[in-house]
């Protein structure tokens, strides 16, 4: 298994192009199922999540070409309606195929996804969605089975009592098809979500109140294939900007808007990191690694994304004072902890908070990837630490962030990826 070798102390100092998002490239391509035309995905990252959901989709039947930063997805003949559990167990997002399929198709078979690394993730909001456009769900040998009414599934009033990302997806990409209009309540607000509902009605859906909570969607009989940029990766960015700051340096994310960022901007310029939008995306510095501790909630959207919180916890480890963090959106997403801790930060658990002490400085150590975010605070509690860093497992790196090596190198980060045996 590959490992990374960081030295940390250098200021990163340069520019980063930051990559369309894995979190929207993944509903988009599920949505190429929703129609017999090709669907054109640019800004396409290149990942292991990515290449995944190729595979879910090439098995049921959709013929993928790709280029470079680029999928051209024709779902023209499906012939097989089911994804496997060896594929959905890998990643849990494949079970996005499941409102395209029973609403083109009137049915389909999708491996219960198994368990997770950062806790149970249930997906009974992914089936009560479906359930209220009329579908019927049964669970049997590892499998959900979704079946749609004779005459398809039909527009309803669907009502989230907590915000789901992928279930909104679900549900938004079942009602494009659906008869008649459904009107969706506590929609998420994730840039993400409104990135695929821009791209259905691109491909003929009726899609209004995108941004908002509150998605009104008129069915239609079909829809047709369509262009589609994937938005910038709000996390890749959050990321390297935590990176930029824990070293001191100053560095230009580009293509890439602040609207994006939600609380993460607030918290990051309340820890005294400057963010400043400029033409070509935001120029992100942090004088002398000067940090003030803030403390912070992870929210749906526009909160503070659950999905940055590991990276915060690693750049509030140097921060002058103290900092706590709190969990709201997944249990035991805290793997990160005692890594970090072998580093020499300084953090204590009380159930969904960690509260962090900001130290003088933090070590280079053996650690050990354990998801994706976690791998990412580690590369940003080692960039700042003294001494050098041997990350394992980085294949956790290889789901969400395309070239990190090159990307960190090319601002003057001392990295390097050693091939494992
Ligand atoms: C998506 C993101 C993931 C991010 C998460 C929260 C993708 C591919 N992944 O995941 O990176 O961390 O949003 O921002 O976009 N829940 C239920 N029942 C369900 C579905 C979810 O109880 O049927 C719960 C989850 O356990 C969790 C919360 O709802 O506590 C939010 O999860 P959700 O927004 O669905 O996350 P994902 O779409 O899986």
Request: proline letters at 4%; glycine letters at 12%; hydrophobic letters at 45%.
């Amino acid at each position: 298994m590959d490992r990374l070798r960081i030295a940390g102390g250098a200021a990163l100092d340069g520019e980063i192009p930051i990559g369309g998002a894995k979190n929207a490239a993944l509903p988009l391509m599920a949505a190429s199922l929703l129609t017999a035309e090709p669907l054109e995905l640019t800004n396409v990252p290149r990942l292991r999540d990515i290449a995944t959901l190729i595979r879910v989709l090439e098995q049921h039947g959709v013929e993928v070409e790709s280029g470079a930063g680029t999928l051209r997805l024709t779902a023209a003949d499906i012939p097989n309606t089911m994804a496997p559990y060896d594929l959905v167990r890998q990643m849990r997002a494949s079970v996005l195929v499941l409102g395209p399929l029973v609403a083109r198709f009137g049915n389909a078979a999708v491996s219960l996804p198994g368990g997770c690394a950062i806790g149970s993730r249930p997906i009974d909001l992914h089936l009560m969605a479906l359930e209220q456009l009329g579908a019927e769900i049964s669970l049997g040998r590892g499998y959900i089975h979704a079946e749609a009414p004779p005459g398809g599934l039909v527009g309803n009033r669907i009502i989230f009592p907590k915000v789901s990302v992928g279930a909104s997806e679900n549900a938004i990409m079942a009602a494009a098809l659906a008869r008649g209009t459904t009107a969706i309540e506590n929609a998420a607000l994730e840039p993400e979500v409104a990135d695929l509902a821009h791209c259905l009605n691109a491909m003929g859906a009726r899609i209004e109140g995108i941004g908002s909570e509150r998605l009104v969607i008129e069915g239609v009989d079909e829809l047709h294939g369509a262009q589609h940029r994937v938005v910038a990766d709000r996390i890749e960015a959050g990321t390297y900007a935590m990176a930029a700051a824990i070293t001191g340096g100053s560095v230009t994310l580009q293509n890439v808007g602040e609207d994006l960022f939600g609380a993460a901007a607030a918290a990051l310029r309340e820890a005294g990191v400057a963010l400043e939008p400029n033409g070509a995306g935001i120029r992100v510095s942090c004088a002398d690694g000067d940090l003030t501790g803030v403390d912070v909630i992870t929210d749906p959207f526009p909160g503070f994304p659950t999905d940055l919180q590991a990276q915060f916890m690693a750049l509030m480890s140097k921060a002058g004072g103290a900092s706590m963090i709190t969990e709201t959106i997944f249990e035991n997403r805290y793997m990160h902890v005692p890594e970090l801790k072998r580093m020499g930060a300084n953090v204590n658990l009380h159930g969904a908070s960690a509260m962090v002490r900001g130290v003088e400085k933090l070590y280079g150590a053996e650690v050990m990837a354990t998801d994706l975010r976690a791998s990412s605070s580690l590369v940003i509690a080692a960039l700042a630490a003294e001494g050098e860093t041997t990350i394992n497992r980085v294949y956790h790196l290889d789901r969400g962030y395309e070239r990190l090596v090159e990307k960190l190198t090319g601002c003057g980060a001392r990295v390097e990826r050693i091939a494992g045996s």
